[in-house]
């Protein structure tokens, strides 16, 4: 749902949460909305197993009181930011459960002391998250709770996956060992029995998968940290190399502003350029991210990134110039 459509179900519930009696024509009549979109959103509730219905004897819709929880003790920035989370950031982090996640913020938010549901009402209709770019994974909660089931029970998993280097679906015997939401989109983490190594899968190009009745032994060596050492993102090349790169004062600033990796250090020069230097581990991921500032962005070391910059540049300009009408 919408962040809107959010705020509008949510002023429903609390209306309903009250215990006091509320037609169709109330609902719509409090939130300044038309029935139709009055009766939409009681669906929409009914969607996310929030169990309201429509009471015949009372002519008025009710929610049924065991499904809220006992009364909690939060104070008022510890709701904001539960609710943030819930609310606000569900549409922009793509994390799984999400109906879930939202009916348990609900049952939290019911049994508030009304002083903070009014601040924490208050806080959210100021508080906006932009819409940032998200993986489309249909099928994401059902290939999530799959694989967090074959790693609690350490089970075999057998995926379909879409590679994109063989541009052709792979099938490969999985060891899976763990979960991670990187750069907007979600992964598993295991030994393919395909790749004979470590590999990262991206949830969003698995098209199949089966948990096996077989189960595999726990590598104890395996770190999520040290899996992915000093890699720019996610995959690890085997080689360490020290990139020497400068940016011009257009985009020095807001370049240096944000930590890239944890091995980063920046020099700013009397023309308001800024040298930031890593130690990084494989080329590939971090060509891309270079090309991204396009040129305001000079490769100063080492040679061979230089080089492959240069290059996809060049291929770029070619591409380009063909499509130009002679």
């Known amino acids: ?75 008022a920035q510890e709701a904001l930011g539960l609710f943030l989370l819930v609310y606000k950031a569900r549409n922009h982090i793509h994390f799984p459960f999400k109906d879930s996640a939202l009916r348990a913020a609900l049952k939290i938010e019911n049994n508030l002391p009304n002083e903070i549901k009014r601040y924490c009402s208050a806080a959210l209709r100021n508080i906006s998250i932009k819409d940032t770019t998200q993986e489309i994974s249909g099928l994401l909660n059902h ?63 698995i098209k199949a998968l089966n948990i096996l009745d077989k189960c595999f032994i726990e590598d104890k060596k395996f770190n999520v940290s040290e899996y992915l050492g000093r890699a720019w993102s996610m995959i690890p090349e085997g080689r360490i190399y020290n990139i020497k790169l400068r940016f011009l004062p257009e985009v020095a600033h807001s370049v240096a502003e944000v930590q890239w990796h944890s091995t980063q250090t920046v020099t700013f020069k009397d023309d308001g350029s800024a040298i930031i230097e890593i130690r990084v581990d494989g080329l590939n991921e971090i060509t891309w991210w270079i090309l991204s500032y396009g040129d305001q962005v000079e490769v100063l070391a080492p040679r061979v990134l230089r080089q492959r910059v240069i290059q996809i540049a060049r291929n770029m300009v070619k591409q380009n110039e063909q499509l130009l009408p002679v």
């Open 1 to 75: 749902m919408k962040t809107s459509r959010v705020s509008r179900v949510i002023q429903i519930l609390t209306a309903l949460q009250s215990g006091q009696p509320y037609r169709v024509d109330d609902l719509a009549k409090m939130s300044g909305m038309s029935r139709r979109m009055v009766f939409r959103d009681l669906n929409e509730l009914r969607k996310v197993g929030i169990p309201c219905h429509f009471d015949k004897k009372a002519c008025c819709y009710v929610i049924d009181p065991e499904f809220f929880l006992p009364a909690l003790s939060l104070n």
């Open 143 to 205: 290939i999530f709770a799959q694989l967090l089931e074959a790693i609690l029970k350490k089970r075999i998993v057998n995926i379909c996956y879409y590679s994109p280097p063989e541009q052709k679906d792979v099938v490969t015997d999985l060891h899976p060992y763990h979960l991670m939401y990187n750069d907007h989109i979600w992964y598993v983490l295991g030994k393919s029995r395909l790749h004979k190594e470590i590999c990262p899968f991206r949830l969003n190009r």
